[in-house]
């Protein structure tokens, strides 16, 4: 990973910072444990791809491919 490069789960924090919602508001909007929440804001814990997909929906975010795909050499 190059430094412009940035992780998808460090988008997502940011997304969750800006978002002004309370990690509680986004618990009970996502229907994912409060704790696991603050686990992966603190960067003690993941969240499945599943839990990903539920709290980019919470904050109406989405993944979006940045580059084309290369072509297979064959």
């Given at each position: 990973?190059?430094?412009?490069?940035?992780?998808?789960?460090?988008?997502?924090?940011?997304?969750?910072?800006?978002?002004?919602?309370?990690?509680?508001?986004?618990?009970?909007?996502?229907t994912i444990d409060l704790a696991t929440i603050s686990r992966f804001m603190h960067?003690?814990?993941?969240?499945?791809?599943?839990?990903?997909?539920?709290?980019?929906?919470?904050?109406?975010?989405?993944?979006?491919?940045?580059?084309?795909?290369?072509?297979?050499?064959?």
């Amino acid at each position: 990973m190059t430094k412009k490069q940035t992780r998808l789960t460090d988008e997502l924090r940011a997304a969750i910072v800006g978002s002004g919602k309370s990690l509680g508001q986004i618990a009970r909007e996502s229907t994912i444990d409060l704790a696991t929440i603050s686990r992966f804001m603190h960067k003690r814990g993941g969240l499945s791809m599943d839990g990903l997909d539920l709290i980019a929906a919470c904050l109406g975010v989405s993944l979006t491919r940045a580059t084309k795909p290369r072509k297979k050499k064959g």
